[in-house]
């Protein structure tokens, strides 16, 4: 069955740098295209970036182009997400997500918190 593991979440103070990781099995990891999403308090589940199957073409949202970066090692099956200059804003739980014939399928979530 299709599984998401996440890790890397915890406290950073305003500026610093988290990098999520993403552990995904039972499915073809190497022949879809891969999510992160988050979800912050009293707020909608909302796209952070993806990244297709090869790893040749990334989107981000908006609000944290320049900052955050997708990433996949398909040899592993991962997909990572390097988070630098956070701000208080960037609090949520992050999941995982893959489409996998016409389901969606989500990770538990890993709680991000930006405070001083």
């Known amino acids: 069955q299709v599984q998401l593991v996440e890790s890397g979440g915890g406290l950073v103070q305003p500026g610093g740098s988290l990098k999520l990781s993403c552990a995904a099995s039972g499915f073809t990891f190497s022949s879809v295209d891969m999510s992160w999403y988050r979800q912050g308090p009293g707020k909608e589940r909302e796209l952070v970036a993806s990244i297709t199957s090869a790893g040749r073409r990334t989107i981000y949202a908006d609000s944290v182009k320049a900052r955050f970066t997708i990433s996949r090692d398909n040899a592993n099956n991962m997909v990572l997400l390097q988070m630098n200059s956070l701000k208080p804003e960037d609090t949520a739980v992050y999941y995982c997500?893959?489409?996998?014939?016409?389901?969606?399928?989500w990770g538990q979530g890993t709680q991000v918190t930006v405070s001083s």
């Open positions: 997500n893959v489409v996998w014939y016409t389901r969606n399928y």
